[in-house]
């Protein structure tokens, strides 16, 4: 069975690093559920994952849930996305978003294929640096409204950030690398 090893880097803080490893047989949920026990959240709020050109623009997104209003459309689901059939490439890369409302943005690169054995229990944590303060939100309706404008626009406010997480792993060095 194939492992895909994933680099983890969040967009505002520079010292949280995560390696992850994953079977290509995984969903994008079992991959979801790992990333927020290790960002230490009740993974109560919405999420998606993107599929990602090398600048980090968003090419296809799989959603927590299936939101769409309308009967005819088809929206791609975590549940429902197997990893193998959507990464294939190494250094491919991803975002993931965690709660829109309080955006969390994450950076994966897939970094490496490993071996694993039956006996593995995945997905698995392997690298563990820095920790993320995450509290709940309080705030008014007038806030709340105010942050879900922004969320819906993450793409402009995150491009700068984007190029330097870019930049991040283009400068981590073969000792950071496990």
């Known amino acids: ?6 680099r983890v880097l969040h967009s ?17 949920e079992d991959f979801h559920n790992c990333i927020i026990k290790e960002i230490g ?6 999420a998606s994952f993107f599929l990602t050109d090398k600048d980090w623009v968003k090419r296809l997104e799989i959603n927590f849930l299936d939101m769409q209003m309308e009967e005819d459309s088809k929206v791609l689901t975590m549940k429902d996305a197997v990893i193998g059939n959507y990464v294939d490439e190494l250094h491919q890369r991803l975002l993931y978003e965690y709660d829109f409302l309080s955006p969390n943005v994450f950076f994966l690169e897939f970094i490496e294929c490993v071996a694993l054995d ?3 229990v995945l997905p698995k944590c392997v690298f563990s640096k820095g920790q993320i ?43 950071d690398v496990y």
């Open 1 to 6: 069975m194939e492992g895909y090893k994933f």
């Open 118 to 120: 039956d006996a593995d």
């Open 41 to 46: 959240v009740d993974g109560t709020e919405l």
């Open 133 to 175: 303060e995450v509290t709940a939100a309080d705030i008014s309706d007038e806030e709340l409204m105010a942050d879900l404008l922004k969320a819906i626009d993450l793409d402009a406010a995150k491009e700068e950030k984007h190029n330097e997480i870019g930049d991040m792993f283009d400068e981590l060095t073969e000792d």
């Open 12 to 28: 505002d803080i520079d010292d949280f690093v995560r390696d992850i490893v994953i079977s290509s047989e995984c969903t994008f």
